[in-house]
């Protein structure tokens, strides 16, 4: 039995230690006091009687329905020395045991916390640990460094095999300025240690702030399934105020499989608002407004419509938000939808420089937790600062948005990064969260370097440089986009370079018929793709002769290459090719297979013709050399930057002085007006 002691008592073992001290509540006492919970029962209510206001993270293990691969983001159970992977039992979402002698490390993705954030962005100057367990073994808490060293905190033996003993631990956030996570870890004796209700908690008086959750959907059957995930949790349905779809899909999500569940669960909190797609920016911007002025609560959460959801995750930007020292954005990090224990990004920056996005210095990409686990994994340990977090899943505070507006009517792409540097100009940045994440298809398995949606990769990071970037940006966007353009060529994508240039003309037309192309230009982009055969999929090379030429001398040119020399030679034999009539028969028949892991220019620019798959490998177009569009796009480009040179400065000028209008509740209220949906 343990007897309850002050917080300046010492822990059971380890000493004194600067960095917190044990709590032990008498086993049995509150509300745990005397229950049973056999194997496969959970113990619901909160033997700590803690205000979820106080919650900041719980500790949660994989629902019913996920996959097993992803139990490697919620626990750790690798027993270094009988090399074993079934050291826990799941019992429900918040309990679980570990079998006699078995070891289990909680340093997972989900149940470690991420105390470097918390210090850094929140009023917190410590967490607290509660737990309640039943059964022998012993638990130690640990910390980690910068650098990922663990660090021994406190650690106690667990003897109570027939009654509940509640636990908590003290642990101050001061060592984690740079970095560092805490967690915890278990060992059973002879019985199951059984472990429920644990959660990282704080004894200061959060406020209670309430959510707007919406997701804008063209995808119906994917957006039904993240309902139902959301409607799941009673503690997450607790702080949601509204549910608020913008549905702009041509299958209405009324008449969808699974609909009338997800509303009789959801209730009068949902609000489907059918209206014609106007795109992310478009649906986004109304669960903004929604959120802003058609209710009082405090925050409003966007998600992706084509997401997996851990409901938990909408605590916990809630928990976050509603402890920051500052108003925060705070972003969810995103899981590899098809290989579910990676993590695909968990921070991302914007080089000014050049108008793009990339991972933020020192951010892990493509980390797989099943192969190598959050205690074994050193660069995981740095607090990772980023510029801003793609809206699969991010939180604002009401008080940003009625300060910095809506999003700029962009329809897709950047319309994301755009808003986050917007804010950090008038003091509100954007936080990333470990253990706040959404499972998404990554961008890597997209063709959206090639496909339709270029047109608005290329308009919308030009208009994103306008506005955020140095005058002298022009330099660097107009170099790279003319060696993409050649590379595209050389690629026979010419596609992709009518779309690029559409898109810097569309630029320089100004900033006044932005709202009207949320309704006018995916028709038009999709109109001019028509008149290319590279933009065509079909199902397979099959539908094809076979290859004329042998893949061995595909292996020939495949090697990349380096040197500027080599470069440059070879960029001139692949022009020289293009400016050549091809070969008859290979407008006929692909001269290759090509994968798409191979569709580089110094490939296909020496070829006539060539079959190549899509990124997701669902189907391939056929690709032929064209020498006259060649050379008209080609002119065409080189006409077009020196244009956009020219007019750089004006057209900055321009977009600068619309950006008010652009992002006003008022003129995103006028167009939601015109097309009949407020």
């Not at 278990?186 to 707007?212: E, K, M, Y």
């Not at 380096?562 to 407008?587: C, D, F, G, M, W």
């Not at 020496?606 to 060649?630: C, K, M, Q």
């Amino acid at each position: 039995m343990y007897n309850q002691t002050s917080r300046d008592a010492a822990p059971l073992s380890g000493g004194e230690r600067a960095e917190g001290t044990l709590i032990r509540a008498e086993s049995g006492g509150g509300s745990a006091g005397g229950r049973e919970a056999n194997r496969g029962e959970s113990r619901m209510s909160d033997p700590f009687s803690v205000p979820s206001e106080q919650v900041l993270q719980r500790v949660i293990f994989p629902r019913d329905e996920d996959p097993l691969d992803v139990r490697a983001l919620y626990i750790d159970e690798i027993d270094e020395e009988s090399a074993t992977s079934d050291n826990f039992n799941v019992l429900s979402r918040t309990s679980g045991g570990i079998p006699p002698r078995r070891k289990v490390s909680f340093a997972s993705y989900f149940n470690a916390f991420p105390a470097s954030y918390w210090k850094r962005w929140t009023r917190l100057d410590e967490v607290i640990l509660r737990l309640s367990v039943k059964g022998t073994g012993r638990l130690d808490v640990y910390r980690s460094k910068p650098n990922g060293d663990s660090v021994h905190l406190q650690g106690t033996h667990i003897a109570s095999p027939d009654k509940w003993c509640s636990l908590e631990f003290c642990l101050s956030l001061k060592p984690f300025e740079d970095g560092g996570w805490i967690w915890f870890d278990a060992v059973s004796n002879d019985t199951t240690l059984l472990i429920d209700q644990a959660a990282w908690t704080t004894d200061i008086d959060l406020p209670r702030q309430t959510v707007v959750v919406g997701a804008t959907t063209t995808r119906p059957v994917d957006c039904v399934a993240m309902l139902l995930t959301l409607a799941e949790d009673p503690q997450v349905m607790d702080i949601v105020d509204r549910v608020v779809i913008p549905d702009q899909g041509a299958q209405r999500l009324r008449n969808t499989k699974g609909f009338a569940e997800a509303a009789s669960k959801l209730g009068d909190k949902l609000r489907i608002i059918e209206q014609g797609n106007l795109g992310g920016s478009g649906g986004f911007a109304r669960v903004m407004y929604e959120g802003v002025y058609e209710s009082t609560a405090e925050q409003i959460l966007i998600l992706d419509d084509d997401i997996a959801l851990e409901p938990d995750s909408v605590l916990r930007v809630n928990a976050f938000a509603r402890a920051a020292s500052h108003p925060v954005i705070v972003g969810a990090h995103m899981l590899n939808l098809q290989a579910r224990s990676r993590l695909h990004t968990m921070g991302e920056v914007v080089d000014l420089k050049v108008a793009m996005w990339r991972a933020a210095p020192s951010a892990v990409t493509d980390h797989d937790f099943a192969e190598k686990p959050l205690r074994k994994t050193k660069d995981l340990h740095k607090r990772i600062d980023a510029d801003y977090n793609g809206w699969w899943m991010c939180l604002f505070p009401r008080e940003i948005i009625e300060k910095i507006g809506l999003p700029l009517p962009l329809f897709i792409k950047h319309e994301d990064s755009e808003y986050s540097l917007r804010a950090a100009a008038h003091d509100f940045p954007t936080v990333s969260l470990p253990g706040a994440a959404i499972w998404h298809m990554p961008w890597t398995d997209k063709n959206d370097a090639t496909d339709w949606t270029i047109y608005f990769h290329v308009r919308n990071r030009m208009i994103l440089a306008a506005l955020h970037s140095p005058e002298q940006v022009k330099s660097a966007i107009i170099q790279q986009m003319l060696k993409l353009t050649l590379r595209h060529l050389l690629s026979m994508e010419y596609s992709t370079v009518a779309l690029q240039l559409k898109a810097v003309d569309d630029f320089m037309a100004g900033p006044d018929r932005l709202f009207d192309s949320l309704r006018t230009k995916l028709p038009e982009v999709q109109e001019l793709r028509k008149n290319y055969s590279d933009a065509q999929i079909v199902p397979s090379s099959r539908e094809f002769p076979p290859p004329s030429a042998s893949s061995v001398m595909a292996e020939g040119l495949l090697k990349p290459p380096t040197s500027p020399a080599v470069i440059a030679v070879r960029a001139v034999k692949a022009l020289l090719h293009n400016l050549k009539e091809p070969a008859q028969e290979a407008l006929e028949r692909p001269q290759l297979n090509v994968p798409a892991a191979n569709a580089l220019w110094f490939l296909l620019g020496n070829l006539d013709s060539a079959t190549v798959s899509t990124a997701d490998g669902s189907g391939v177009t056929f690709r032929h050399r064209d020498p006259e569009e060649f050379r008209r796009l080609g002119l065409r480009a080189l006409n077009t930057y020196r244009k956009l040179s020219q007019e750089w400065p004006r057209l900055r000028r321009s977009y600068l002085a619309a950006q008010p209008t652009l992002v006003s509740p008022e003129s995103w209220k006028k167009l939601y007006q015109s097309t009949g949906t407020m």
